[in-house]
C-alpha cells in the first residue's frame, strides 16, 4: 500500500512563515519574526489544522491514483500550497511542476472543492502543507 507521510506544516501569510512537525499534539515553533506578526494570522494552529485534514487524505488518495497510473512518484516529498478564501474556501491549489499535469496534480486540484477550512475575517491567505513521499511496502 502506498503511503504519504506528513513531516511538516508551514503557513504563510503575508511573509509570516511558521513550521511545525506534524503529530497529535502539534508543536509549532514560531520564529521571531512571525511570533511579531502573530495578530495578523486570522486562524489559529489548531483552525489550521482542521483546514489540512482534507488536504491529508486527498494527498494520499491521490498518491495512490497516480501511482496505479505511472507506477512510481517522481518525488521524495511534495508541497501543496492553496489559497484560503475568508469563506473557508479554497481558491487555488500548487503542486510542484514535476506533478503539476500529473494524476497526482488533477486530483488535488479535483479535490480543492471538497477542503474546507474554518471562516475567517480579512484577505484571502496562502497556507501549504509538505508530505514526505514514502514507498510503498513490498508484500
Given at each position: 500500500m502506498s503511503r504519504l507521510t506528513t513531516v511538516t506544516v508551514a503557513t504563510m501569510?503575508?511573509?509570516m512563515a511558521m513550521?511545525?512537525?506534524v503529530s497529535a499534539e502539534p508543536n509549532l515553533r514560531v520564529s521571531n519574526y512571525a511570533a511579531r506578526q502573530a495578530a495578523a494570522q486570522p486562524l489559529s494552529r489548531a483552525e489550521l489544522s482542521l483546514g489540512f485534514r482534507g488536504i491529508t487524505r486527498s494527498a494520499e488518495k491521490c498518491l495512490v491514483r497516480h501511482r496505479k497510473e505511472r507506477g512510481s512518484f517522481p518525488?521524495?516529498?511534495?508541497r501543496v500550497e492553496v489559497t484560503v478564501n475568508p469563506s473557508g474556501q479554497v481558491s487555488k491549489v500548487?503542486?510542484?511542476r514535476?506533478?503539476?499535469?500529473?494524476e497526482f496534480g488533477r486530483c488535488m486540484k479535483a479535490h480543492?472543492?471538497?477542503w474546507q477550512f474554518p471562516t475567517f475575517k480579512g484577505r484571502p491567505i496562502q497556507v501549504a502543507k509538505s508530505?514526505?513521499?514514502e514507498e510503498p511496502e513490498e508484500d
Open positions: 501569510v503575508a511573509m513550521t511545525s512537525a518525488l521524495d516529498s511534495v500548487i503542486v510542484p514535476q506533478v503539476r499535469w500529473s480543492a472543492a471538497l508530505f514526505r513521499v
